[in-house]
């Protein structure tokens, strides 16, 4: 009888303790939750450690990628002018995982003091690091041509 209680013990414990792994969007919402709180602890909580923040543009009809120092934008966006404000918006995103990597591809609209700046396209490249998403490249393009 003991064996039976204790091996229904060990099953009803496994399953308190499984933690399911979040969705890696969620990843990119506190992101931005953390970046237009200028929550500089908040945005690096989601980052990989080894992550990279990455630019994509045309210029003078050649691609050009251009690399940003992350702890540089973090404390930028951490210590920007309460004005103007700085809003992201986005819009739907395409979700792709397998096991421990996943990606997003998000359009954005970015606003500065309520006028459109600039457009385009957020790519995440995330890992799975125990429960939850760590961001380890974002990439995005910018253009002022919106439509």
Known sequence: MKKIILIGLM?????LFAQERSHPMEAVERFFTAFHAKDSLGMQEVMH???RLLRAVMRNKQLVVVENNIEKFIRAVATRN???TWEEQLG???VHQDQNLATVWVPFRFYLGGKL???GVNAFSLVAEGTSWKILSLMDTGTKDCE
């Open 11 to 15: 099953l009803c414990s496994t399953g």
């Open 49 to 51: 450690p080894k992550a």
């Open 82 to 84: 309460a004005s103007p």
């Open 92 to 94: 739907k995103p395409i």
């Open 117 to 119: 700046s600039h457009c």
